[in-house]
């Protein structure tokens, strides 16, 4: 009897810090029972070994910043069977999205001291701003858990168990009391669920690295954090972070006026 050939698996980088990607090999033992399962045909960050596609699955890191990779994405999309986006980078544009409220011809002024040689894009766009994308996988980094889970119910073709819920929800599950009862403005009411609620864990206000849950109400976390004392300022540079361009977020710093 013929053995059914492996899942071929691809992973890619664009405009990241790779952190996504080494959440996938930080899986170590899980990592053995994936790579059992699938062919890793194209992972420059784990192996010198790169097959041509096509690909089952493709997942993505990072950002389109460049033409170049505008063009490269819409070559992976048509290689790849699944595309699912990995990170904060790939699924909202990430902290490079910043040049997005700003003159990108600036910074690279400011930081290049050739800025002739520089060639990018005045924006930093999430994947799937240039090709439809299968499913995102939220965080800054991701969670290895879920990505993990990702991979098993793709393999076994079923829809992978996610959260679709706030923080909040993880700070009750492990008894944390709320930073934001104690004074300290906190955005994991309208932050989508994957860490753990580290943070509150150690009574610090939450950041956003998993962008913003489904429905999130920013304009009431805002006003919250208004009578807590923060500043407009403090409200845009909170919502201005890892998810910058993600709407949700990305809406509620345009309301306050900078």
Known sequence: MTARPRP?????????CDGCQLSLLDCEDELL????????????????????????LSLVEGSVTTAHDAERILEVRKQSKFLVTIGAC???GGIQALRNFADVGEFISAVYARP?????????????AHVPVDLELRGCPIDKGQLIEVLSAILAGRK??????????????????????????CLGPATHAG????????????????????TPNTAALAHEWELLG??????????????CAAEAFRKESEAHGI
């Open 33 to 56: 029972a994936v790579a059992g399962a699938v062919e890793i045909a194209n992972f420059p960050e784990a192996s010198s070994a790169i097959s041509d596609g096509p690909y089952d």
């Open 8 to 16: 071929r698996l691809a992973v890619w980088k664009f405009a990241s």
């Open 90 to 92: 790939a699924t909202a």
């Open 160 to 185: 992978p168990n996610i959260a679709a819920y706030s923080v909040c929800i993880e700070c009750k599950r492990r008894n944390t009391v709320c930073v934001m009862v104690q004074g300290t403005p």
């Open 116 to 128: 002739d040689y520089i060639k990018t894009l005045a924006t930093s766009t999430p994947i799937s």
């Open 230 to 243: 923060a500043s407009p300022q403090e409200i845009v540079r909170s919502f201005r972070s890892f998810n």
């Open 195 to 214: 860490c753990g609620a580290i943070c509150p864990s150690f009574r610090r206000g939450c950041y956003g690295c998993f962008g913003p849950m489904e």
